[in-house]
């Protein structure tokens, strides 16, 4: 029996630095990578991660603030998804990441981490919580893990 490729990679687009996570092949655990660097080489970058990964679908999250209303960081976001989109034919989908940041400094703070060793650690361990709470809707919907 032939195994689907349910993987996933997420993006957590900020200006310095853009957290990545990717989710195993059945699409039943999200994981923080190495984040790369915001600017203009992070498109190249972003593509070299989806050549690696081969995912079948791409998450960006977009910070919107706590009402739900577009930030600045919201539409670059989403203009970073855009320039994505272009060069690659992977379906992309944007989802909501309030308060994963939050909830990524304390468990990064709960395994000892001080502020400056989290640093480099944050943004891909925000894009593990989204891409993890999409991929459990994934499985809800489905009804099952498979």
């Known amino acids: ?38 600017g203009e080489q992070s498109i190249p970058a972003a593509i070299a991660l989806l050549r690696e990964y081969e995912p079948c679908e791409v998450v960006v999250g977009l910070p919107s603030n706590l009402k739900g209303h577009d930030t600045v960081s919201t539409e670059n976001a989403r203009e ?7 060069v690659t034919s992977i379906p992309l989908i944007l989802i909501d990441e309030r308060l994963t940041t939050v909830q990524a400094t ?16 944050l943004d891909s361990a925000s894009a593990a919580i989204f891409l993890q709470t999409y991929i459990d809707g994934l499985a809800q919907a489905k009804g099952s893990y498979q």
Do not use: H, Y
């Open 1 to 38: 029996m032939t195994r689907v490729n349910q993987r996933r990679i997420a993006f957590d687009v900020g200006t310095v630095r853009i957290g990545v996570a990717t989710c195993d092949i059945d699409a039943i655990l999200a994981s923080p990578q190495n984040a790369i660097a915001g």
């Open 80 to 86: 970073w998804a855009r320039q994505l989109a272009l």
């Open 106 to 121: 304390g468990a990064l703070r709960a395994s000892g981490l001080n502020s400056k060793e989290m640093r480099g650690r």
